[in-house]
């Protein structure tokens, strides 16, 4: 039984001489094992602790010797043995949760003298320099014949890049990085993205560019993802929507589009506030959701998109007169800004309301409303606009929501007394 994991030896008699420990552990192998003692000749079970320094170890005895185990943060891969003979507190952490899981087990059982035969027990020897050397953080597998087959990938990554590899689907080993912060997976064949990428909860950085994708889960938006994600690029696959609770991951700070096959963005982009950098271009975009112009962005790339020249006169008209109730109690409650929920109204209702149109003069609109569109110079979203066409142009079509005629007329006199001017 070994383990490997980051080890701090704590003599607990320190502090009485007025002495600190060092407080650093160091990268270890512990081992539980069979040893026979050299005073009684009696054959007993101890923990082997290895380092880099101490490849012989240091030996504890553990039947009947542990005092307290302390296991509150045994998922994060911490735990502590206190040990009664001597007066030392080994701190475990940066170790797999399941193999600490298992050791601890198997330290219990030492401890209380029961140790299974089937227990499978290590033999105490040296440890090799390459068991004890700091774990690995980084990854980076460009050719499929390095990417590995029969061994497990390194279970302290924090940024794993697999490229050129030809993969179908996401390794579900991979899933099980625990610590990873950055997936880059660019340049392969994969068509799916699995929902449980949303249980990587140090995930701040995801590339997909040039796969297969057609589509980004609504399960991935609404994970871990939410509080953790900061880059996303998906450009170079073959996605045609994206679902409208994608806004839902609102630490985005960077997000790449280009070179995919979609019509629309996302209805409520405007809610991503900390994004800074967006480009989609080369896509099929005729214009841009009225929640655009919300956002407040340092550098936008829409080149390539083929924008319809807005025109105001053409729109469609959702309007049913007079309002039903529905309306008008939806408008109701999300001008007034009333808190609502699937527990507190009907499903449908809240999915509609999540996809409220606000019009001109501020109020929202649900089912009926009048759509056009009017022109935008994307200056007033962007520092930096990358031209939207090869004439030079910044302008875009953006759509405009009418919660009434009147609202809509008003709009159309406006527009007249511009162009008159």
């Known amino acids: ?53 101490d490849r012989t170890g240091s030996k504890y005895k553990l039947k009947e010797n542990i005092e307290k185990f302390f296991t509150c943060f045994v998922e994060e891969g911490k735990a502590t043995v206190r040990l009664k003979e001597p007066m ?9 949760t399941s193999s600490l899981k298992n050791f601890l087990s198997a330290a219990r059982l030492a401890h209380r003298g029961t140790i299974r035969d089937g227990l499978s027990l290590s033999t105490l020897t040296p440890v090799r320099a390459r068991d004890v050397e700091k774990p690995k953080k980084k990854l980076i597998i460009t050719s499929k014949k390095d990417y590995p087959l029969t061994s497990s990938f390194p279970y302290s990554l924090e940024q794993l890049q697999v490229s050129y590899c030809k993969l179908s689907r996401v390794d579900m080993r991979m899933l099980s990085l625990k610590s990873l ?10 068509k799916k993205l699995p929902d449980t990428i949303g249980d990587l909860h140090f995930l701040t950085e995801l590339i997909l560019r040039n796969n297969r994708l057609e589509s980004f889960s609504v399960a991935l938006c609404l994970s871990s ?21 994608f806004c839902k991951l609102r630490e985005l700070v960077s997000l790449k589009l280009d070179e995919n096959q ?24 005729t214009v841009l959701p009225g929640d655009f112009r919300k956002l407040s962005l340092e550098n936008l790339d829409l080149f390539g998109n083929p924008f ?21 109690a939806s408008r109701a409650v999300l001008n007034s800004r009333i808190p609502y929920a699937p527990h507190l109204i009907p499903f449908h209702l809240c999915g509609d309301m999540e996809l409220a149109k606000v019009c001109s003069c501020g109020c929202t609109c649900i089912r009926s409303y009048v759509q056009t569109a009017g022109s935008m ?37 406006s527009c007249v007394q511009r162009g008159l001017s």
């Open 1 to 53: 039984m070994k383990l490997q994991c980051d080890v701090e030896v704590v003599n607990r008699m320190l502090p009485t001489f007025g002495l600190r420990n060092r407080g650093r552990g160091s990268r270890a192998v512990l081992s539980i094992g069979r040893h026979v003692d050299q005073k009684t000749q009696i054959p007993s079970v101890y923990l082997l602790i290895c380092t880099a320094k």
């Open 88 to 96: 030392v507190d080994i701190c475990m952490s940066k170790a797999d």
């Open 181 to 190: 912060r950055a997936l880059d997976l660019s340049n392969n064949h994969i």
């Open 225 to 245: 993802l939410q509080k953790s994600l900061q880059h996303l690029d998906l450009s170079q696959n073959g996605l045609k929507l994206l679902p409208a609770c």
């Open 262 to 285: 979609l019509v629309q963005l996302p209805f409520h982009i405007g809610q991503l506030t900390k994004m800074r950098f967006l480009s989609a271009a080369h896509n099929k975009l």
């Open 308 to 328: 319809t020249q807005p025109n105001p006169l053409d729109h469609s008209i959702h309007l049913t007169l007079p309002l039903s109730l529905e309306e008008l």
């Open 377 to 413: 110079n994307l200056h007033l979203v962007s520092h930096t606009v990358v031209l939207v066409d090869d004439m030079g142009g910044t302008e875009a079509p953006i759509q405009r929501h009418f919660c009434s005629l009147t609202c809509y007329c008003q709009f159309l006199d």
